[in-house]
């Protein structure tokens, strides 16, 4: 063997995996966010509706991660898992519950806070104001800070999901084209409180009244 003979450098394949399974979880992060912000929209627009479907999933999304702690399998098995363990669905419904003062704060405290902007002669309908109240609540739900949980089992489903470029390629198409739809729609869309109507009509009173008082100290 000569001296100035070259030898191959070795691969390092674990390093390989490790960078693969890291773009994976981002691109899984990313997903899982932009299902949050589908809820969200959703909320904006209809916010009974948006709301129960933010408690239901926040409540079965954390009764999957606990079934998946205890019960490892594929992507089917980890979502149909809670289905079979309703012990999983208590916990899950029991931890939401527990957020729901945080939620309820934001749900109450932002739709005042768009309020304010009538003392800068910025004035937003009151009924957009509860709207988006109701949207800041679905997003404490689901992924506020201190509320890790719903969006961790999203990021693990996906990391299942995502394990081949054409499903990334695929979930990340399909996804920020419904996440803009959504977007779009919450923006452009009047907010309907449906059902609740009673309950839309006391709500835009009293923030016409803060509205109204805002700007008339303003002057």
Excluded: K
């Amino acid at each position: 063997m000569t001296s100035d003979e070259t030898h191959p450098v070795p691969a390092h394949p674990l390093a390989d995996e490790d960078a693969a399974d890291a773009v994976i979880e981002g691109w899984s992060r990313l997903f899982a966010y932009l299902v949050v912000a589908m809820v969200v929209a959703f909320t904006v627009v209809l916010p009974f509706f948006g709301l129960l479907l933010a408690l239901a999933g926040a409540s079965y999304l954390r009764a999957g991660e606990v079934h998946t702690r205890r019960h490892r399998g594929g992507l089917l098995r980890s979502l149909a898992g809670p289905l079979t363990a309703p012990l999983d669905l208590v916990r899950g419904v029991a931890g939401t519950l527990v957020t729901l003062p945080y939620a309820g704060l934001f749900a109450v405290v932002v739709p005042f806070v768009v309020m304010l902007g009538a003392a800068v002669d910025v004035q937003v309908s009151p009924i957009v104001g509860a709207a988006w109240g109701a949207g800041a609540a679905a997003y404490v739900l689901l992924a506020a800070p201190g509320i890790r949980t719903p969006r961790r089992y999203l990021v693990r489903v996906f990391v299942m999901f995502a394990d081949d470029p054409r499903r990334i390629a695929g979930a990340g198409v399909l996804l920020c084209a419904l996440a803009l739809g959504a977007v779009a729609g919450a923006i452009v869309l009047q907010p309907s409180f449906a059902p609740m109507y009673e309950l839309e009509n006391s709500i835009v009173q009293e923030l016409s009244h803060f509205q109204h008082s805002v700007h008339r100290y303003a002057l």
